[in-house]
């Protein structure tokens, strides 16, 4: 069956440093692959999405990579903040209809200053 | 932030009542979703509509049904609630193009069945 997985469920890192949260996924074929940011109590909110015929995508101190190989996708973030701290979620989708894009359980991420 | 609206925020209900959830839009998105989030579970796709009076099951549909009368509203009902149901309940939307496939979501319903 199709799987998504996310390393772990809690990182901590101290601020300044890089964060590297993981999604690995089988079974599966995404033609593309989101980030999501959810703070406690609220909705998930986009950070960034990635095709698969693209390697690495970038928006300010965020970086996410796609290798279609390995079936992972690494997001980084440089220069971390304790305004960083929430949960991350990795989406896929086979690029149909919205209906199957699959989340993944998330990252809680507790940046210490 | 787009503009979604879900209502109740909160609800506390009992086993074996009628539970309807509302989700109201003004960005004029063709897709709206229903998604629960429980411990341990990714986000599950329960229904989703791709149209006035369009809809389809997702993952969890079971002890669920929809309705979309208007582009802006998208109701999710219990019909007669149950304890598996206690769970926040999110509601999303998304442009008709494929491009970005981004979702909005809005800030979830908290819903317990006793």
């Known amino acids: 069956s199709q799987k998504i997985e996310q390393n772990s469920e809690a990182l901590n890192i101290q601020e300044g440093k890089t964060a590297t949260l993981t999604c690995n996924y089988t079974n599966y074929s995404p033609a593309y692959l989101q980030w999501y940011r959810q703070d406690p109590g609220r909705g998930p909110v986009f950070l960034l999405l990635?095709?698969?015929?693209?390697k690495e995508k970038r928006k300010e101190r965020l970086k996410v990579t796609f290798d279609t190989t390995l079936k992972q996708s690494l997001f980084h973030i440089t220069a971390s903040q304790p305004a960083d701290s929430a949960t991350y979620l990795c989406?896929?989708?086979?690029?149909?209809?919205?209906?199957?894009?699959?989340f993944g359980k998330g990252t809680k991420l507790s940046v210490k200053p | 932030d787009a503009g979604i609206t879900q209502s109740p925020r909160h609800k506390v209900t009992e086993t074996g009542t009628p539970v309807t959830l509302r989700c109201h839009q003004t960005e004029n998105h063709r897709y709206m979703y229903w998604y629960r989030q429980d411990p341990g579970h990714g986000l599950r796709l329960i229904h989703y509509?791709?149209?006035?009076?369009?809809?389809d099951k997702g993952e969890v549909s079971d002890g669920y049904s929809v309705s979309r009368s208007k582009t802006e509203d998208f109701l999710l009902t219990l019909e007669s609630a149950t304890s598996s149901q206690t769970s926040v309940y999110f509601c999303?939307?998304?442009?008709?193009?494929?491009?970005?496939?981004?979702?909005?979501f809005g800030e979830g319903s908290r819903l317990t069945v006793l």
């Open positions: 989406a896929l989708s086979n690029g149909g209809s919205q209906g199957n894009l699959i």
């Open positions: 990635i095709r698969e015929n693209e």
């Open positions: 509509s791709y149209g006035v009076k369009d809809t």
């Open positions: 999303a939307i998304s442009r008709d193009y494929l491009d970005t496939g981004e979702l909005f």
